[in-house]
């Protein structure tokens, strides 16, 4: 299984700070990553797919890019509402692995 | 409105078997890629199982493999997961999710294996 390592494993920042959150797959898996955020006691929810392509209805403040092996996943202007755990998950390789999960939580 | 719904969690004994089952509407079942991850508590998201469209392919992470068995009913539009041969570290809150991108999720439901 492809192995999929995130940093850092927890953030803390100040409202209207740029974050940014890397992740780091075994092998190439060209552009099959997916961004989620998961809010305490609630079920993740997709923020971006196919490594850059946001999904319908997400603030544009959040972005991701990078292709291969190297992924990184940002918030433009950090928002109270942001506070969250961020995970990427791969599903170029079956089955589909997850990173280890960034919290983040305002300083 | 895309909804998945999972039933069939519960409390269980090391050892026991449970099946979880999620209902799908609002989409056209028959043609997506649908998955089972789950969320011990208090830690991170696995990826549990993942079968395909028509059922022909199915794949399991390796902690699962042999004890869990992935099947689905595109008549019913109906996930299951079979688990047998329950552990401790099998606990948390598992997730019906459909497709490969992981676009849509169920509200969970939560398996406890102590005895």
């Known amino acids: 299984d492809i192995q999929m390592t995130q940093s850092p494993s927890s953030l803390s920042a100040s409202v209207g700070d740029r974050v940014t959150i890397t992740c780091q797959a075994s092998?190439?898996?060209?552009?099959?990553l997916s961004w989620h955020q998961q809010k305490p006691g609630k079920a993740p929810q997709l923020l971006i797919y196919d490594a850059s392509t946001l999904e319908t209805g997400v603030p544009s403040r959040f972005s991701g890019g990078g292709s291969g092996t190297e992924f990184t996943f940002s918030i433009s202007s950090l928002q109270p509402e942001d506070i969250a755990t961020y995970y990427c998950?791969?599903?170029?390789?079956?089955?589909?692995?997850f990173g280890q999960g960034t919290r983040l939580d305002i300083k | 409105e895309v909804q998945l719904v999972e039933s069939g969690g519960g409390l269980v004994q090391p050892g026991r078997s449970l099946r979880l089952s999620c209902a799908g509407s609002g989409f056209r079942f028959n043609n997506y890629w649908m998955n089972w991850v789950r969320q011990p508590p208090g830690k991170g998201l696995e990826w549990v199982a993942n079968?395909?469209?028509?059922?022909?392919?199915?794949y399991y992470v390796d902690s699962v493999k042999g004890r869990f068995t992935i099947s689905r009913d595109n008549a019913k539009k109906s996930l299951y997961l079979q688990m047998n041969s329950l552990r401790a570290e099998d606990t948390g809150v598992y997730y019906c999710v459909r497709d490969l991108k992981a676009r849509y999720w169920g509200q969970g439901t939560l398996v406890t294996v102590s005895s």
């Open positions: 092998q190439d898996i060209s552009n099959y």
């Open positions: 079968i395909k469209a028509d059922g022909s392919d199915k």
């Open positions: 998950q791969q599903y170029d390789n079956l089955p589909s692995t």
